[in-house]
Each structure stands twice: as C-alpha cells, then as structure tokens.
C-alpha cells in the first residue's frame, strides 16, 4: 500500500465506530455498544458459538438455533456433555454438517482444558476455527487487536479499495490493510462495525451508500462503479448428482430412518434410505419391499454439487424404528422429502 492509501483510510476506524455507536444491530449473542462501555463482558463460548453457526448461514436463520443451543446448552461444560445425537440433531437445517461434528469436539477440548485459548494463535489450533472464527473469537471476546475478515468484509474492503487484481493476491492486500486499521483500544467493535456494514450498508446488491459513514473514502464509490466489486473469478457450475430417496411410513407415522455414517456428507447425521448419489440416474433399491410409489423430486445444493432425488413412497403395517421424526430433526434434503411424502 503507498502513502496516499494510508492518509486516505486515515480516519476510517473513527468513522466506523461513530456510525456503529449509533446503529449497531441488536443481535443476541452481541454485547452492544452501551453495555460494552458499562464494561459487561461477553461469554466466549456464546460468541464462538454464535460465530459458528453464523458461517454460510444467515442472521435470521442462525438466530433461531443459537436460541435453542444457549437455552438448551448454557454453558460450554453443558455442550461438552451432550450426547452427540441430540447436538446432530438440534443441528439440523444449518447445513455443512462437519461444523457441528467440530463443535462438539472443540466445546470438549475447552471443556477438559478448563480455559479457552485467548489468542488467535490458541484458539487456530482447535477443531473447527479457522482464521476467520479465530480472528473473530480473539477480537469479540478476548478483545485482542485481530480482524475477523470474511465474505462482507471483503466486499466492503474491494468496494473501498476499487481492487481490480487478481481476486486471491487482493484478499490477501484487504486482509492486510484491515488488520492495520483495527484500533487497539476497540477491535470487537470494529469487526462488529464491519460486519454490519457489510450486512446493512455495502450489500452485494445495491448498497445504501447515501447512507455510508465512509462514503467519501470509498474509490468505487468515486468511480460511481460501487457494484463492480468485488471482481472475482467466474465461478465454475456445480455438478449434479442424481438418486433415489426412499420415504417408508410404519405405523402410528413413524418413518424409516438411518444414521449416516461419521465420515462424509451429512456425516453423523440421521438420515432417510437414499441410493448412491451419481451423474447417471441409478437403479431403484427399495429398502424393504412394498408398494412404492414414485411421487415427485427433491433438489438441493450441497458445497461441491447439485443433488436431484426422486422421491419414493411406501407404507407397511410394521412398526419401524426409531420411530416417528419430525422433519426438522433431520438435514433440510431428506426434510424436503419427508415434507412431499407426508
Ligand atoms: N456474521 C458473522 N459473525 C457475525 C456476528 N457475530 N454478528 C453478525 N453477523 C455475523
């Protein structure tokens, strides 16, 4: 970065911090501005927590399963304790399942610890925080002087910075000029700041920039080009993956269900019957017999893949185990099924 970029962003964190004194969002799992003045400390389990679930997953639909977890699980000795079906399970519907495996394992490391880690170097080497949580947890709770840089703060930094290089080397440029700019003295409300700027302001799509507390520092603004950026490699599209996904409804509605195996997709995960998942639509193999019936699709899009299931259905006079479940105890492709079939 040269010398006018530094001049430029001279005031920057000041800007951001005045406009979050006056707009942060209320959000549960945040100490807001006038309670971190009055010096209330945040819990770090419950911004690890939050910060988990908040990956890949919207504001409004995190906050119904962080309710749930802080209520049902109140402190991390709490989570350690679980039984890992009932965590799987409350898990459900938010995705990208291996998250909760390490949730799991890492409120148990902290558990036996007895502390957590309160750096960004510690809490890296626990299961499932990478550099985003770490930044995030060292800043949030532990109020070290990190940066929690993800999707919205590299919009913001690309949109400010006009970057028109290659999209890697110039999220690395972003990390760094944002990490300079964390205020010592206030980094948890500087990368709550960002983050709601990010969420409220310099949206993806047609960003409010009447509004923006840093509007006059923004070069793409400058350009009148705000949504050109980030300018960012064309994405390659997802392949699809085709199967069967088999509904067997017992008596008193319980439903055939399976675990799924640790390892994989959805792994740990209580899952319905399915086939393979393969490009070439494959063979039906029922998994008892009966009178099935084929009654529509499913479609979901996973990480690396677009899933097309056929749904089947069938009912029997046995009793099937484990017995009824809700459609919301299960990841949201075999819910959709369910849904369908019932
Ligand atoms: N996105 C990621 N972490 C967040 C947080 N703590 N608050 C709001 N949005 C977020």
Same mark, same amino acid.
């Given at each position: 970065?040269?010398?006018?970029?530094?001049?430029?962003?001279?005031?920057?964190?000041?800007? #951001?911090?005045?406009?979050?004194?006056?707009?942060?969002?209320? +959000?549960?799992?945040?100490?807001?501005?006038? &309670?971190?003045?009055?010096?209330?400390?945040?819990?770090?389990?419950?911004?690890?927590?939050?910060?988990?679930? @908040?990956?890949?997953?919207?504001?409004?639909?995190?906050?119904?399963?962080? #309710?749930?977890?802080?209520?049902?699980?109140?402190?991390?000795? !709490?989570?350690?304790?679980?039984?890992?079906?009932?965590?799987?399970?409350?898990?459900?519907?938010?995705?990208?399942?291996?998250?909760?495996?390490?949730?799991? *394992?890492?409120?148990?490391?902290?558990?036996?610890?007895?502390?957590?880690?309160?750096?960004?170097?510690?809490?890296?080497? +626990?299961?499932?925080?990478?550099?985003?949580?770490?930044?995030?947890?060292?800043?949030?709770?532990?109020?070290?002087?990190?940066?929690?840089? !993800?999707?919205?703060? !590299?919009?913001?930094?690309?949109?400010?910075?006009? @970057?028109?290089?290659?999209? *890697?080397?110039?999220?690395?440029? +972003?990390?760094?000029?944002?990490?300079?700019?964390?205020?010592? &003295?206030?980094?948890?409300?500087?990368?709550?700041? #960002?983050?709601?700027?990010?969420?409220?302001?310099?949206?993806?799509?047609?960003?409010?920039?009447?509004?923006?507390?840093?509007?006059?520092?923004?070069?793409?603004?400058?350009?009148?080009?705000?949504?050109?950026?980030?300018?960012?490699?064309?994405?390659?599209?997802?392949?699809?993956? @085709?199967?069967?996904v088999y509904v067997l409804f017992?008596? !008193?509605r319980?439903v055939m269900?399976?675990?799924?195996? &640790? *390892?994989?997709?959805?792994?740990?995960?209580?899952?319905l019957?399915?086939?393979?998942?393969?490009?070439? #639509?494959?063979?039906?193999?029922?998994?008892?017999?009966?009178?099935w019936e084929e009654i529509g699709e499913v479609?979901?899009?996973?990480?690396?893949?677009? +899933?097309?299931l056929k749904v089947w259905r069938a009912e029997?006079?046995?009793? @099937?185990?484990?017995?009824?479940?809700?459609a919301?105890?299960l990841?949201?492709?075999f819910a959709k099924a369910l849904k369908l079939a019932r």
């Amino acid at each position: 970065m040269n010398m006018d970029e530094k001049l430029h962003f001279a005031d920057l964190s000041d800007r #951001l911090l005045d406009w979050y004194a006056v707009s942060a969002r209320d +959000l549960p799992w945040r100490i807001g501005p006038a &309670d971190r003045a009055r010096g209330v400390k945040p819990d770090p389990y419950r911004v690890w927590l939050a910060e988990i679930m @908040l990956q890949q997953t919207t504001v409004p639909h995190a906050t119904r399963y962080y #309710l749930a977890f802080t209520q049902r699980w109140p402190k991390i000795e !709490d989570l350690a304790a679980a039984q890992d079906e009932d965590v799987m399970a409350a898990w459900a519907g938010l995705g990208y399942y291996a998250r909760a495996r390490n949730l799991l *394992k890492c409120a148990r490391e902290v558990a036996a610890l007895g502390a957590w880690p309160d750096t960004v170097e510690g809490l890296r080497k +626990l299961p499932g925080i990478g550099p985003y949580t770490a930044g995030a947890v060292a800043a949030l709770a532990f109020g070290r002087r990190a940066a929690a840089v !993800d999707g919205n703060v !590299d919009r913001v930094f690309a949109r400010l910075m006009a @970057l028109k290089g290659e999209w *890697k080397l110039e999220k690395e440029r +972003l990390k760094r000029e944002v990490e300079s700019l964390v205020p010592a &003295d206030r980094p948890a409300e500087f990368a709550e700041a #960002l983050m709601d700027l990010g969420a409220t302001i310099c949206t993806p799509k047609s960003p409010n920039c009447l509004l923006c507390p840093l509007r006059s520092l923004c070069a793409a603004q400058a350009e009148g080009a705000q949504e050109r950026y980030p300018i960012k490699p064309k994405k390659v599209p997802k392949p699809t993956r @085709l199967g069967h996904v088999y509904v067997l409804f017992g008596r !008193d509605r319980s439903v055939m269900t399976e675990r799924r195996p &640790d *390892k994989g997709l959805l792994g740990g995960m209580l899952g319905l019957p399915t086939s393979d998942w393969v490009s070439d #639509l494959p063979e039906t193999d029922f998994p008892a017999a009966g009178a099935w019936e084929e009654i529509g699709e499913v479609r979901h899009v996973f990480t690396h893949f677009a +899933l097309t299931l056929k749904v089947w259905r069938a009912e029997t006079a046995e009793p @099937l185990t484990p017995g009824a479940v809700a459609a919301d105890g299960l990841p949201s492709v075999f819910a959709k099924a369910l849904k369908l079939a019932r």
